[in-house]
């Protein structure tokens, strides 16, 4: 009993953090992903209310990601608004089944580098996309194109042709999150967010600013159950790619999360495999909601874990208060400008971006930097999935590369003598053109006596080219060709 009022002491304050810090964020994301901004409120709830209950991890909180709205985005734009539930409720059945079948340890395999840059392409697509939301401007579809318009959107700046107002009001709200953690220690008990967004609505009140708001309405209203017209977006290709980016970045973001929020406290540590279906059980009931995707947020997690919280009681009253907030209050999004959501969205954004990391590579691993700019490069220029995949396959062909290290020697023992060939390492097909090249470039005739004693791994094209040089090179003497130890044949 005493226990449990010991963890109620510290949840019931921290589970108020959380919430304050999840209803800029909920929507937020929401409103940049062109969604209705009450979807973003039902994801929370959600998260809180459902996820919160389940097992895995006991303290990250789990709500609409920044890191998905680029993609959320872009199946908006190409599927429609009623087929985003089925995309949703698609991509939590496949967690699902990943959770069941112990895949979730795996996403810890992944390259640090890739989930570098598949955060710092997120980060800047975010970034962009609210620079021209900010502006009154309808952003480019591409991040190509993004990167391409900023010269006439800085003309548009200078010009005084931008939302002028809209977008000093933006930045106001980056410097005032960036400075947030100077000020003094009471003022900082507010969470930045909640305090960028409250002095915001309270400057377009006063001063009467005609600024773009958010559009409320009810939060039943905002329930949309899948349709058979949604159903559709799931049965071509290009649906079921985008189902699997959703599940495998909401997967990957969510137990990168939890592996992160695990060194940040001494409590239990996270079960990735129960956290993964829980994660799946959330998103599939979101989906039937017809809210967006939701991962476990680092941000939320950060919070709840620095205020406090020892239990799963924390983050599911979290819910409790987004739900109540919705339901009591909806009026209230009403008076929040869009201004100050796009400068929240371009701090998180800028978070997002490793600059330690990147600054930590370049001093000592600038084939994973490698790695990381062109994920992010590719992620930029292309989507969010194909960009990761390109950032895996090119850390793949690294860590190959690496690893295929083939080191040979060649002695020359004299006039009449044979020539010593050692060879050391790992002989695969990625070293096959020097290996050749060596043994081609050896005189026809000459004794060879070749000792592979110091190989690690020979593979298959190796061995088999091994023999065919040594058949050429013997043709007119099988003396010729001395192994050590005989080189069998496969």
């Known amino acids: 009993m005493r226990r449990a009022f010991v963890h109620w002491r510290h ?28 979807r973003g409120l039902v994801t929370g709830i959600v998260g809180g209310l459902v996820v919160g209950l389940l097992p895995g991890s006991s303290l990250q909180v789990s709500g609409p990601a920044a890191g998905l709205t680029v993609l959320v985005f872009d199946a908006v734009q190409r599927f429609g608004l009623e087929s985003l539930g089925v995309l949703v409720l698609a991509a939590g059945l496949l967690q699902v089944a990943m959770g069941l079948l112990r895949t979730g340890r795996w996403f810890r395999a992944i390259s640090l580098s890739v989930v570098h840059g598949m955060l710092a392409g997120i980060g800047l697509i975010l970034i962009l996309g609210q620079l021209y939301a900010v502006s009154g401007r309808t952003a ?28 000093l009001m933006g930045a106001a709200t980056v410097v005032l999150l960036t400075l947030w953690k100077k000020l003094p220690g009471p003022v900082r008990a507010v969470p930045a967010p909640l305090a960028a967004v409250a002095l915001a609505a309270a400057a377009t009140a006063v001063f009467g600013l005609d600024v773009p708001r958010v559009r409320v309405d009810g939060l039943l209203d905002a329930v949309a159950l899948p349709t058979r017209d949604g159903l559709a977006a799931v049965t071509g290709l290009a649906g079921l790619g985008t189902v699997l980016a959703f599940a495998l970045i ?16 001494h409590g239990p540590r996270t079960d ?12 599939t009931l979101s989906g039937l909601l017809g809210a967006l995707p939701l991962t476990a947020v680092i941000v939320r997690s950060a919070a709840n874990v620095q205020a406090g919280a020892r239990s799963k009681t924390a983050r599911v009253l979290h819910g409790l208060w987004l739900l109540l907030f919705a339901a009591l209050l909806p009026a209230v999004l009403g008076l929040i400008p869009l201004a100050v959501l796009g400068g929240v969205l371009v701090h998180a954004g800028a978070k997002l971006i490793p ?17 990381m700019a062109v994920t992010t490069a590719a992620i930029v220029f292309t989507t969010l999935f194909e960009g990761v995949l390109v950032g895996v396959a090119l850390a793949v062909a690294k860590s190959a590369w690496q690893t295929s290290q083939l080191h040979i020697d060649l002695t020359d023992t004299g006039p009449g003598g044979p020539l010593r060939i050692s060879l050391s390492g790992n ?36 061995h088999t080219a091994l023999h065919t040089w040594a058949a050429r090179h013997s043709a007119h003497d099988p003396t010729t060709v001395s192994w050590e130890p005989p080189l069998s044949v496969t």
């Open 355 to 371: 600059v330690a990391p990147t600054v930590t590579l370049w001093r000592g691993h600038r084939g994973e930097l490698a790695v």
């Open 140 to 167: 480019p579809g591409s991040g190509g194109g993004k990167i391409a318009g900023l010269p006439g959107l800085l003309g548009d700046w200078f010009t005084g042709r931008a939302a002028t107002t809209a977008l």
């Open 11 to 38: 949840d019931l304050p921290a589970s108020l953090v959380v919430f304050l810090v999840a209803v800029p964020l909920c929507v937020g994301v929401a409103v940049a992903s062109g969604v209705p901004a009450e």
């Open 272 to 283: 990735y495999d129960r956290e993964l279906t829980a994660q799946g059980i959330g998103n």
């Open 250 to 265: 909401a997967s990957a973001e969510s137990l990168f999360s939890a592996a992160a929020v695990d060194r940040m406290h």
């Open 427 to 462: 002989a695969t097909f990625l070293r096959l053109p020097r290996l050749l090249d060596t043994l081609e470039a050896l005189p026809a005739g000459r004794a060879v006596e070749l000792d592979w004693t110091g190989l690690r791994h020979l593979d298959h094209a190796c």
